[in-house]
């Protein structure tokens, strides 16, 4: 018995999406089409997406926030696994990028559920705060944008959040880089900022996943 994670090869990944994967077809259909962009990459997997799914089900969500939507496969989970009154604003800046994300969620009859919102991320959040009487009424929360200002939008989604909330952020193992102190690199640092200040900080609970690229669960006290 390892006291520490399986390291997951090849195909042991693909064994675990055998027993596990149950992807909606209309989530497949846009993976499939992600994969030929430019950024890829930037899609998140679709195991993290249905783990996503299953928290906002666990948790009973009914409100989300997403910063980064690219082509929408994360905030098209969500609002699967969402009830008919839930709702998800998602942010992001690119037009381009997010006419894919629209024609997914309005393929997956989901459209009315998603508040789409282009504009720099943090005026969006700053005026979820500040106009739209957002203060500790969401149930959930994505992070998944440019890795510098992680902490401004760490800040701003706290106070959206409601105590017992959730918050998601991905990339927060980035390849592995973090861990190897001689590595610097605006990202790279910016991550390890990032994981070290809520390591110390006691307004969360707080779990770092190696799922995918690292994903952290920070549950609101």
């Not at 195909?11 to 149950?22: H, M």
């Not at 880089?177 to 707080?206: G, M, V, W």
């Amino acid at each position: 018995m390892s006291r520490t994670t399986l390291s997951i090869t090849e195909s042991v990944s693909d064994y675990l999406l055998s027993v596990s994967l149950r992807e909606a077809d209309v989530l497949r259909e846009l993976r499939d089409e992600t994969a030929s962009h430019p950024n890829a990459n930037m899609q998140i997997s679709p195991e993290q997406g249905q783990f996503m799914q299953m928290l906002v089900r666990l948790i009973g969500a009914k409100k989300v926030v997403e910063v980064g939507v690219f082509t929408g496969y994360s905030s098209l989970a969500v609002a699967l696994a969402l009830p008919e009154t839930g709702r998800i604003v998602a942010c992001d800046v690119s037009e381009e990028y997010t006419s894919i994300a629209r024609r997914y969620w309005e393929k997956a009859e989901i459209a009315d559920k998603v508040d789409l919102r282009l504009a720099p991320a943090v005026e969006t959040l700053d005026h979820l705060l500040k106009h739209d009487q957002g203060a500790e009424t969401f149930d959930m929360a994505f992070i998944d944008a440019d890795k510098e200002s992680y902490l401004l939008y760490y800040e701003r989604i706290l106070k959206l959040l409601r105590p017992g909330g959730l918050m998601l952020v991905d990339n927060v193992l980035w390849s592995g880089l973090p861990a190897d102190p001689e590595h610097h690199d605006s990202n790279t640092d910016a991550i390890r900022e990032f994981n070290a200040f809520l390591f110390q900080d006691e307004r969360i609970d707080l779990s770092l996943l190696p799922l995918a690229d690292g994903l952290t669960l920070a549950r609101k006290r």
